[in-house]
């Protein structure tokens, strides 16, 4: 199954799904139309103006060796789904470009480094409660608050294996179960991808830039215990 990225240089609250992309080479065309279980698909990025808040900034995200989960958590509202049909829901990482990073503390900014190191085995994250009909998952918020983020390349826990100092887009996948015998024949037309490009962040073992520490910690709920009433403080 191929997966292609939309994106948009204007910030959107919601992405549909188009109508045609181009068509994995063995499908044997230059466009095709998908499915109509899922050309109505609209997706909607929950928290979006936090994100935005993060993005200014220039979001990070924690890897660990035992897995960190995200924050902001990935969380989208799906509507124009087939009520009926059953949908596998998932998720992956991929570079933003081919280099590495470091943070300037005189300057509070990144720098290209570099070029970026080997790419981490590629991972997809199916949300747990997939298959799912349509109706399930318009019926409320659909959240990833289970996927953690890894930089150990021998992981086996199921995480997302991701470097450290490297940007990524996350990348959200709409997967219409085909219930036909030879639904592998109709893969291409049987999904759409979705990205939301203030969702990018750099992966770091430790934050680099302060204000996203206090952002952070000012607008995590579980980060409560680090909170101070003097915010100069953090």
């Not at 509507?79 to 503390?105: Q, T, W």
């Not at 997809?124 to 298959?131: A, E, G, L, Q, R």
Request: hydrophobic content about 40%; some cysteine.
């Amino acid at each position: 199954m191929c997966f292609f990225l939309l994106s948009s240089p204007v910030p959107q609250l919601s992405h549909r799904c188009a109508l045609t992309l181009p068509c994995c080479a063995e499908a044997g065309g230059a466009t095709c139309a998908k499915a109509p279980q899922v050309t109505g698909v609209t997706v909607q990025l929950e928290m979006h103006t936090l994100w935005q808040q993060f993005d200014q900034l220039g979001t990070e995200m924690i890897v660990t060796k035992a897995g960190r989960r995200m924050f902001p958590t990935f969380q989208v509202s799906i509507s124009g789904m087939d009520p009926a049909a059953e949908y596998v829901l998932l998720m992956d990482f991929i570079p933003v470009d081919d280099k590495r990073y470091r943070y300037a503390f005189h300057s509070s900014s990144w720098l290209v480094a570099g070029r970026a190191d080997v790419a981490a085995p590629g991972r997809m994250h199916f949300h747990p409660d997939s298959p799912a009909r349509g109706s399930q998952w318009m019926k409320q918020m659909v959240s990833f608050d289970a996927l953690k983020l890894t930089n150990n390349l021998l992981d086996d826990n199921g995480h997302m294996i991701l470097n450290s100092m490297h940007r990524y887009q996350p990348r959200f996948h709409v997967v219409y179960v085909d219930p036909r015998r030879d639904s592998q024949l109709h893969a291409h037309r049987n999904f759409c991808t979705f990205s939301f490009p203030e969702t990018r962040f750099i992966a770091v073992t430790a934050y680099q830039n302060h204000r996203i520490t206090q952002l952070k910690i000012a607008s995590n709920p579980f980060a409560k215990g680090f909170r101070t009433t003097d915010p100069d403080a953090w």
